[in-house]
């Protein structure tokens, strides 16, 4: 039986002499916990015994009871600590490890970079042919009251569209089918089919080439009608009557908690900036209530009554580009995504941010290499013609997570494609039987899987791999200087001997199973100081940290830059 706690509140553990806080909403940042350093944890009279401890769900182990030594093992990031012991309730702890290898201002602008870049990488592919919309990238989470002057000022230059838009709303000629009676038809084509009922007997003389006996009485039809059940009016129902108002709804409920917290805090202080702030959300939660119904009166206009709601947003149709109202129409709706919709994108950073630091700088170094690749190959004349790097999940808002082992990205030029692969799955040549495919050649058996591969293809077939891997970490060398570990340089080199295209090659009627090298370079992304190069500059090493010098980015450009020209691209 477990010895009772001498008070609920009274803290079970004290980490470097510090009291462990167990709230649910405190992360113990006060503790300054860094990553590579070792802390000593120690059990206090008022915790019940005997108490285990896990971190992480990973048993902490110790040779004197209350006595505990603990290491952050995956660099910084938020840790869970479980503290149990028969009989009592657990209790959960946060952790908050701060980075070594970058400042907290720099961990900071990673996140920022991070939103920007993957906003940045799903935008260029829906706007190339109209005016982009502004995108100012915000460093904090934004308040109700700046959303709502976001929207506000959106829904103001929609009302003119509207106007426009309802004086002549776009149509199209759709096929349509019609029953009709045999009294009804003009003549009987491709389109016209018989329908199963009561039929004319004709007499011999009326008979169509002699042996039609009977004429059905009901006939179906296919005719061709104008219809505004067409995908540009398709998203705007979508836009006006399910995205704005769970947008505005989104903001009426932020505006509402963010009220009744100042309402406390003014009865409270009687603050006269309290009361002003107050009233002011009190407008805005009304204003979007207004709001909301002016959307969705706009969504039940007579010409979008028969139009079908379900779209697959951000097709950018001639009409949405060229039609001086859908065009301004279709502005409007991206810069509501890149403004409005970034609060996911900043959820999926800071749920990477929340588990590790090394996690995030992987994924934000893995998308700066993609963003400054994607702008070189475009420079060099590849057309970027397809983008489903992200998922995207209708609730109240677009849900932003990395998809892999697919092709995210697609350039083309010519005959040649070019394809972004995040974190690619590459099989054992033991486990695909003879089917061309990229395979790993390790004698180990295993499969191989880089942070990034750009996959260059010429009619399906693959002809050279561009291999990318990011490693939060690196060594220090006596002059101080921060160089790629040494078992980094040579996973590279790995990379770069066993990931190859096996092939079935036929001589003579003959055919063999060939695996041939296909990887023109491997490189390491690290938080380093020093541009590297091994194999005669098949293997690199680039120091990627977040706000680097002109000078340096310029530096990595060139050296990409230099990789792309090596692989034919």
């Known amino acids: ?6 008070g609920a509140d009274a ?6 002499g510090q009291p462990l806080s167990f709230a649910p909403d405190d992360d113990n940042a006060a503790l300054n916990l860094r990553e590579y350093q070792s802390y000593i944890i120690k059990v206090t009279p008022a915790a019940p015994h005997p108490l285990s401890l896990q971190i992480d769900e990973v048993p902490l182990h110790t040779e004197h009871y209350g006595l505990w030594q603990w290491r952050p093992e995956h660099y910084a990031g938020l840790y869970s600590l479980t503290a149990s012991a028969p009989g009592v309730e657990p209790r959960s702890a946060w952790l908050r490890v701060f980075p070594q290898k970058l400042s907290q201002r720099l961990y900071e602008q990673m996140r920022s970079e991070l939103a920007a870049l993957s906003l940045d990488l799903w935008f260029r592919l829906l706007s190339p042919a109209v005016e982009r919309a502004a995108f100012a990238r915000r460093l904090d989470e934004t308040s109700p ?8 000022t959106l829904i103001e230059k929609l009302r003119p569209v509207m106007l426009h838009i309802r004086r002549r709303p776009h149509c199209s000629l759709q096929p349509v089918q019609r ?5 009804e038809l003009a003549h009987v084509g491709g389109g016209t089919q018989p329908l199963p009922g009561p039929s004319l007997e004709l007499p011999a003389e009326q008979r169509p080439f002699g042996y039609v006996r009977h004429l059905p009485q009901q006939w179906q039809v296919e005719e061709s009608q104008l219809s505004y059940d067409v995908y540009e009016n398709r998203l705007l129902k979508h836009f006006l009557q399910r995205q704005l108002p769970a947008r505005l709804s989104l903001i009426e409920e932020r505006a509402s908690a963010e009220a009744q917290r100042r309402a406390a805090i003014y009865q409270r202080y009687h603050n006269e900036e309290d009361r002003a702030l107050l009233e002011r959300l009190q407008r805005v939660i009304a204003e979007c209530q ?15 009554k028969t139009v079908q709601p379900a779209v697959l947003p951000g097709k950018a149709t001639q009409v949405l580009l060229k039609h001086p109202a859908y065009s301004r129409l279709f502005q409007l709706y991206l810069q509501f995504q890149q403004r409005l919709m970034v ?11 929340q588990r590790r630091v090394s996690e995030l700088y992987e994924m934000w170094s893995v998308f700066t290499i993609t963003h400054l690749a994607v702008e070189l190959l475009e420079a060099r004349g590849y057309r970027l013609v397809s983008n489903t790097t992200f998922y995207e999940v209708e609730k109240r808002y677009f849900e932003f997570e990395v998809r892999k082992n697919v092709a995210s990205i697609v350039l083309a030029k010519d005959d040649l494609e070019v394809v972004f692969k995040y974190e690619p799955y590459y099989p054992h040549a033991s486990t695909v039987g003879t089917a061309p495919a990229l395979v790993s050649t390790l004698s180990s058996g295993g499969p191989l899987t880089p942070d990034m591969a750009i996959e260059v293809y010429r009619q399906g077939e693959p002809l050279r791999v561009l291999v990318f891997d990011a490693k939060y970490r690196w060594q220090r060398s006596p002059s101080g200087h921060y160089y790629a570990r040494e078992d980094d340089i040579n996973k590279m080199i790995s990379y770069r001997i066993n990931i190859r295209y096996q092939y079935l090659r036929r001589t003579s009627g003959d055919a063999q199973l060939q695996c041939k090298r296909i990887v ?5 992304l690290y938080p380093g100081t020093e541009l590297q190069e091994e194999d005669d500059g098949h293997i690199r090493a680039f120091p990627l940290v977040p706000g680097l010098a002109q000078g340096r980015l310029q530096a990595i450009r060139r050296q990409l830059s230099e990789l792309l020209t090596a692989a034919q691209l």
């Open 11 to 16: 803290p079970w553990l004290t980490m470097n």
């Open 343 to 353: 609060v996911n994108t900043e959820r999926y950073v800071n749920e990477l941010g």
């Open 145 to 152: 009251l700046h959303d709502y002057k976001q929207v506000r």
């Open 290 to 304: 207004q709001m909301r119904q002016r959307c969705l009166f706009w969504s039940s206009e007579p010409f979008l």
């Open 179 to 183: 029953r009709c009676s045999w009294q």
């Open 1 to 6: 039986m477990a010895t009772p706690a001498s």
């Open 520 to 524: 023109s370079s491997a490189s390491i």
